[in-house]
């Protein structure tokens, strides 16, 4: 566990891919309790990111922490900023995409839908085309709601669907899914001090053919 930023309050580390966010054997909490040298350290999640995705997280260290971050996330004032790789091209090289999410607990899949109903919730998400390679497209992507597959499901409904991604799109890629938390901001729960970090993707196929 590579920890970027860690004080009595937070831990700032990257998440690795296939790693639960959650607290449970072998999630995040557990982790970076070890990475602390303490299996007994309060650690908790206030953010989630799918499995298969890696990249920034940031956890509390304390119940009053975890309360004020959760608080920001609530009122969007938790910066989260995402970068893929789809397969083809966005029509525009910048925009905004909106959509009805259907989340199907049972198959455990989200889907858009044309209208408001039980389990439906908006989502919003903004993005920028950064580069283009080999048939895919490099994008940043920015959070204005956390449903759950989100940025999976926008983009494959579509016609981009992530590169590696194997739950929405009948596209073999032998590669992890290319989506990757690279940026976010928050402010310090005790503190009041802005705080944002960045990391880049990791320098593996699909990233590697961008560079």
Not at 62 to 77: F, M, N
Request: charged share 30%; with cysteine; proline share 5%.
């Amino acid at each position: 566990m590579e920890i970027l930023y860690c004080d009595d309050h937070i831990v700032v580390c990257v998440k690795p891919q296939r790693v639960l966010s959650t607290d449970e054997p072998g999630g995040v909490p557990e982790l970076v309790r070890e990475a602390l040298g303490d299996l007994k350290a309060d650690v908790r999640t206030v953010h989630r990111l799918d499995r298969v995705v890696g990249g920034l997280m940031v956890l509390a260290r304390s119940a009053a922490a975890a309360s004020e971050l959760s608080r920001q996330i609530r009122e969007d004032r938790f910066e989260k900023e995402y970068t893929a790789v789809v397969h083809g091209c966005p029509k525009e090289a910048e925009g905004r995409l909106c959509d009805l999410l259907y989340r199907d607990k049972a198959r455990k899949m989200t889907f858009v839908v044309a209208e408001p109903g039980k389990d439906v919730q908006p989502a919003a998400l903004s993005y920028q085309v950064v580069a283009s390679a080999e048939g895919m497209t490099k994008v940043k992507i920015r959070l204005e709601t956390g449903r759950t597959h989100q940025i999976r499901v926008q983009f494959a409904s579509r016609g981009l669907p992530l590169v590696g991604e194997r739950k929405y799109s009948t596209l073999e890629d032998d590669c992890e899914i290319a989506l990757w938390s690279s940026r976010i901001g928050f402010t310090h729960p005790s503190t009041g001090e802005f705080m944002a970090f960045h990391l880049d993707p990791p320098k593996v196929f699909p990233w590697s053919c961008f560079e």
